[in-house]
């Protein structure tokens, strides 16, 4: 039966089953998985979170960035950023376990939707971090994280926000797109966009929609401009 809000030796070995590190401070565990609501508590793991967070951006970027060497900018960004959220670390959290042994208040833990479980996961690995140093702390992470990343699912990039970002780094102009022709049926229509930019020559694409088309028009511009190789990769 697992153990309900061990303490001391008594938690430092439950952790050390859980996560495969055992702690030396236990103190400095306790106070990980000590949230800010907990009654009667002198420190909680408010800094820890702080450090924790900033701990498992470094190895989540260093374990993608090893793992998809020829992956641009734009495609690391959205597997980081799903990987680092709350969202993922209160996962990580029930898959520890942490539910049974963070100290909270019952209102939050009742009423928080598992926010308090992100932090503690946040915690635990900047414990770990100050307890046994960056590599038990990756140990962990790739443990729980590494294994997420290749279910990770990109969403498209969105070539017209691609266009306005490098336009907004190297010029005033906006882009400005029109609908230079429409063909085809009425349930099967297909639209011509133009887009055109202030110092730049015009670039056009077709799509079922408008919307697709102007896309589509982004999408070629942004590869004659030499931004992406081919619609939707970057240079």
């Given at each position: 039966?697992?153990?309900?809000?061990?303490?001391?030796?008594?938690?430092?070995?439950e952790?050390?089953?859980?996560?495969?590190?055992?702690?030396?401070?236990?103190?400095?565990?306790?106070?990980?998985l000590?949230?800010?609501?907990?009654?009667?508590?002198?420190?909680?793991?408010?800094?820890?979170?702080?450090?924790?967070?900033?701990?498992?951006?470094?190895?989540?970027?260093?374990?993608?960035?090893?793992?998809?060497?020829?992956?641009?900018?734009?495609?690391?960004?959205?597997?980081?950023?799903?990987?680092?959220?709350?969202?993922?670390?209160?996962?990580?959290?029930?898959?520890?376990?942490?539910?049974?042994l963070?100290?909270?208040?019952?209102t939050?833990?009742?009423?928080?939707g598992?926010?308090?479980?992100?932090?503690?996961?946040?915690?635990?690995?900047?414990?770990?971090?100050?307890?046994?140093?960056?590599?038990?702390?990756?140990?962990?992470?790739?443990?729980?994280?590494?294994?997420?990343?290749?279910?990770?699912v990109?969403?498209?990039?969105?070539?017209?926000?691609?266009?306005?970002?490098?336009?907004?780094?190297?010029?005033?102009?906006?882009?400005?797109?029109?609908?230079?022709?429409?063909?085809g049926?009425?349930?099967e229509?297909?639209?011509?966009?133009e887009?055109a930019?202030?110092?730049?020559?015009?670039?056009?694409?077709?799509?079922?929609?408008r919307?697709?088309?102007?896309?589509?028009?982004?999408?070629?511009?942004?590869v004659?401009?030499?931004?992406?190789?081919?619609?939707?990769?970057?240079?």
């Amino acid at each position: 039966m697992a153990l309900k809000r061990a303490t001391g030796d008594a938690l430092a070995a439950e952790i050390a089953r859980r996560t495969g590190h055992a702690f030396r401070d236990v103190g400095l565990l306790q106070r990980a998985l000590t949230h800010a609501s907990a009654v009667n508590v002198q420190r909680n793991n408010e800094r820890l979170e702080f450090l924790g967070d900033r701990v498992l951006a470094l190895a989540v970027a260093d374990m993608l960035y090893a793992a998809l060497p020829d992956a641009s900018e734009g495609e690391l960004a959205p597997r980081f950023n799903a990987l680092v959220e709350a969202r993922t670390c209160a996962e990580v959290g029930m898959e520890v376990g942490l539910d049974e042994l963070v100290r909270a208040h019952a209102t939050v833990k009742a009423h928080s939707g598992k926010g308090y479980l992100a932090d503690a996961v946040e915690a635990l690995i900047a414990a770990i971090y100050l307890d046994g140093g960056m590599e038990a702390a990756r140990a962990f992470i790739l443990r729980h994280w590494q294994k997420r990343s290749s279910g990770i699912v990109v969403k498209p990039r969105n070539a017209k926000s691609e266009v306005q970002e490098w336009l907004a780094q190297r010029t005033a102009a906006r882009p400005a797109y029109s609908i230079a022709a429409r063909s085809g049926p009425d349930h099967e229509p297909v639209f011509t966009v133009e887009l055109a930019v202030e110092g730049y020559d015009p670039a056009t694409g077709q799509g079922r929609s408008r919307q697709a088309a102007e896309q589509a028009a982004a999408g070629a511009f942004l590869v004659r401009e030499g931004v992406w190789e081919t619609e939707g990769t970057a240079a």
